[in-house]
């Protein structure tokens, strides 16, 4: 569709990328992994990111219809459930593999209240579904790896990859979550993402800015395949898996990685206040 643009808004905080994609024929828009502000030492959550967002979407005059998450975020809260207060009648899609890792994250953190059948979210999209949003059409492609809920999003010619596939510069997410699989991820890129036309635009999920450059956020199917220094087109499936579990095993947790699974597992909604009005996550 010619009629569709991209808003992206960047969190420095987590490095994380927020899209709104939307039809400038009838205005209607889509979010794609909003975030919520929490600051991790005190505790105390702000929507900075969210007046961004919503100011923009108000500006445009644009008609939320629906929000997208590529998977549970385990480095940054997200702000969809507080979007759904702002834009009343909007939900929530994921992918259906969702109920694994809520199942996983439940044993591990014990959160006995947390329902683990994916009923938090409108939608549980399935690989390949295909649905209309308003007039902006979607495909979900199942790309798991970095979690075995990961989903990207197909939308016009252009790709919402996730924490899938990065910059070239940047590589791929890392495997190393419970239930990760750098085979997985393997797969899911190069024998599913890589299979799109080289012309397909590429929407990454985060950008770390590698040796300080400016922030890049989109690339090609073709020029991933060319030059993404992880997992090109050539890249062998054992070399990939060799270099990534390496990698993997160097690297420390996400700094919101406790209070975001919490959160992020029970669609956005935050915990409930105990009697002296506070709202408590568990620890570590």
Do not use: W
């Not at 899209?19 to 205005?27: A, K």
């Not at 510069?169 to 991820?185: E, H, M, N, V």
């Amino acid at each position: 569709m010619n009629s569709l643009e991209i808003e992206s808004f960047f969190d420095q905080n987590t490095h994380t990328l927020t899209y709104v994609v939307f039809d400038t024929e009838t205005n209607d828009a889509i979010i794609i992994d909003p975030v919520l502000d929490y600051e991790m030492d005190s505790g105390i959550i702000s929507n900075e990111s969210i007046n961004k967002l919503v100011g923009f979407i108000k500006s445009a005059n644009l008609n939320v219809v629906q929000i997208l998450e590529t998977h549970v975020h385990a480095d940054h809260l997200t702000s969809s459930t507080e979007l759904k207060r702002i834009f009343p009648g909007v939900k929530v899609g994921i992918g259906e593999m969702v109920t694994s890792v809520q199942k996983t994250f439940k044993e591990k953190l014990s959160l006995t209240q947390l329902d683990d059948n994916g009923s938090q979210f409108d939608y549980l999209f399935k690989d390949g579904e295909k649905r209309s949003f308003g007039s902006i059409d979607i495909k979900v492609i199942s790309t798991p790896g970095h979690t075995p809920a990961c989903v990207s999003y197909l939308i016009g010619g252009m790709l919402f990859s996730g924490d899938a596939l990065f910059m070239p510069d940047s590589g791929t997410g890392r495997c190393d979550f419970p239930d990760g699989s750098a085979k997985d991820l393997y797969h899911s890129v190069h024998e599913k993402l890589y299979n799109l036309p080289d012309e397909t635009r590429v929407f990454v999920g985060h950008d770390y800015q590698p040796e300080g450059r400016d922030l890049i956020f989109e690339t090609t199917i073709g020029e991933s395949k060319a030059k993404n220094f992880q997992l090109s087109s050539s890249t062998a499936k054992e070399e990939f898996i060799a270099f990534r579990e390496k990698r993997d095993a160097t690297l420390r947790d996400p700094k919101l990685l406790i209070p975001s699974i919490q959160v992020n597992l029970n669609g956005g909604a935050l915990p409930e206040s105990e009697l002296n009005g506070v709202k408590y996550k568990k620890g570590k």
